[in-house]
């Protein structure tokens, strides 16, 4: 889970991150991306030179930069919180990742400023009507590059008003996280085992392309296999296959190449240690040859599922329909 906090000045945006990383919610900031940029210009992080600072990266680099810059450290196993969201480019750019939402804090205006002013912070207005305006000023800009805090409240999938104490905000948060986490994201099946066979082609060694297959029974993974030169041959990228090395035109040389296909290596592979495959399902991050779809029609396999097509790959798909093989295709960004 990914929760973007939003929101006003003094509202408690702070306490909920803090909150947050007790329930163990990694903890990353906008701010303190300008924060960095303004230590390597060696620049004071004053309230006025970090929204400066924000503006002119976002000028520069684009409205999401900051957004973009946290999301290069996020890791998907694992739950954050990203403070500091005020910008609607930035909202977009967070929501392509998995399960995110957005959470805007709020509270009476006359409360928040009662709290900054506790701070004793040198950054806060002198007076509540210099407060107000500069809150106002932060609010909306026809400056796409600058803080648009009432466009990222618009946006927010829940409002929390902090208008009590700690207690009953930790009990709000409480109920926001049980009823997140019941609509968590979760991939599907197909999607699961398509992306570890992207994982499993990682180790291959071909040097035209990367091509990994896993055979499922049950939705147990039964046997994997990726493109390269067969067992005991020098590996493909150490100059172990002619054709591949040569970087033979597609569909050219083909009875130069010594690299088995991924589909065959994982059916060998089970042959190798006495795994039956009668009706498992085979998934591919490429579609078939044919050379592999006869071993699938033969092996019992009764369904394939892959992700890209295969140039030539008419007459193997014709081939498996006849034979009562199903396949399927899905998209996923590999």
């Not at 147990?220 to 172990?240: F, L, W």
Request: glycine share 6%; net charge neutral; charged share 25%.
């Amino acid at each position: 889970m990914l929760i973007g906090i939003t929101g006003t000045n003094g509202a408690g945006k702070t306490s909920v991150c803090d909150y947050l990383q007790t329930r163990d919610f990694a903890y990353q900031s906008l701010s303190d991306e300008i924060r960095e940029e303004l230590a390597r210009r060696q620049e004071p992080a004053t309230r006025e030179n970090l929204i400066e600072m924000g503006n002119q990266l976002r000028r520069t680099f684009g409205p999401a930069v900051l957004a973009e810059r946290v999301k290069a450290k996020i890791q998907p196993d694992r739950n954050y919180v990203v403070d500091s969201v005020r910008n609607p480019a930035e909202v977009e750019s967070l929501r392509r990742l998995p399960d995110f939402h957005l959470l805007h804090i709020d509270a009476p205006i006359e409360t928040r400023y009662e709290r900054v002013r506790t701070r004793r912070d040198a950054r806060v207005p002198a007076t509540f009507d210099e407060f107000v305006a500069q809150e106002q000023r932060e609010m909306s800009s026809d400056d796409a590059a600058t803080q648009q805090l009432l466009a990222c409240y618009q946006m927010a999938d829940e409002k929390l008003i902090n208008d009590a104490d700690k207690k009953a905000l930790d009990a709000r948060v409480d109920d926001l996280l049980r009823r997140w986490s019941m609509n968590s994201f979760r991939p599907g099946w197909d999607e699961y085992f398509m992306r570890i066979a992207s994982i499993v082609a990682l180790r291959s060694n071909c040097m035209k392309r990367k091509v990994a297959a896993l055979i499922v029974k049950d939705r147990r993974i039964i046997s994997t296999g990726y493109n390269g030169t067969p067992r005991g041959v020098k590996n493909c990228n150490e100059g172990g296959c002619p054709r591949c090395n040569s970087f033979a035109p597609s569909g050219t040389a083909l009875e130069e190449c010594f690299c088995s296909h991924g589909e065959e290596n994982a059916i060998v592979q089970a042959a190798y240690h006495g795994i039956s495959l009668k009706d498992s399902t085979l998934y591919s991050t490429f579609a078939p040859c044919l050379i592999c779809t006869k071993m699938i029609i033969n092996a019992g396999i009764r369904e394939v599922v892959y992700s890209l097509d295969y140039p030539l790959n008419e007459s193997a798909l014709r081939l498996l329909a006849e034979a009562g093989v199903q396949t399927r295709q899905i998209s996923l960004k590999l």
